[in-house]
């Protein structure tokens, strides 16, 4: 079974259209600052695709690119000058960074409310990766129909994801700061547990034949069939690029026959990635227009 994370998306973003019209018409608009570093013209093709998205929502979309690599000083500086302004109710900062930014601490210049993304150590927020991993986990062992059910609310999935997934063998690939390490972290808040292989773990296919979910945060081709037991869930995030076609880090002709439930590339667990970034933007917008303080998620 093929997710369709695509469908799903467009199921959750109606909803999400209603909530950020209510906020419009109490006078506060949703505000995204994306801040780029660098003209990369794959970021700029990220960037482009999360403005379309916010554009659809009715959310104020602000790319900021900054064509000179700046000091870390100055990043923080910009930071700090963006978050000041109270109409910016959250901020973004484009992965990948140049090597000397490439630091966590770069999030402590962003107060709590506005850092959507989840990369702080006690955040405000799951990581929007996260819970779209857990949507499609959601579908697949859940009655299988595109509602607006599946959107995650942890207040009141919190329980019932971790009885779904208490009894089951879930192997994390790759621990890279956009994908895999802010996976893991989701399902360390939920306390689901899980083993993250990554590329210094020994004989790591013995651990994908046992595995009952593996998702893969890569962006290579490291998963084939020989490696995998009939009827794995396989979900990826990781993208690389063939000729003129992104894929993730299986085939999908190879293991559609294979695999219980599998994500495609594209299609799959990227569009509800960005939708949890601007569900997690509204509830900052909603909090700080009511003058609510959020506490840590736990």
Known sequence: MKIPGRLIGQTIEE????EVSELTKRGRT??????????SSEQLSFC???????????IEFNLVVIKSIPSFESLAKMLKDYARDPANTGIIIQQPLPTHLQTDSIYNFLPPIKEIEGHKAKSLFYPPIGLGILTALKFAYGN???STDL????????????????HKKIVLIGRGPTGGALIGKTLSMLKINYLNINSKTDNP??????????IAAVGRKVITPEI????????????RREGDRLRGDYDEDEIKDIASYYSPTPGGVGPLDVLYLYKNLIESTRAQ???????VKK
């Open 30 to 39: 949703p505000r995204l600052v994306d801040i780029l570093i660098g003209e």
């Open 48 to 58: 482009s695709m999360k403005e379309k998205v916010a554009h659809r929502l009715g």
């Open 205 to 214: 296919e013995q651990f994908y034949k046992n595995a009952d979910i593996i």
């Open 151 to 166: 959107l995650i609310d942890i207040n009141t999935d919190k329980d019932a994801l971790r009885k779904m997934l208490k």
């Open 144 to 146: 299988q129909e595109i």
């Open 15 to 18: 909803k999400l259209k209603v």
């Open 289 to 295: 227009l009511d003058g609510i303080e959020l506490t």
């Open 228 to 239: 995998i037991n009939p009827g794995v869930g396989l979900l990826t995030v990781g993208l």
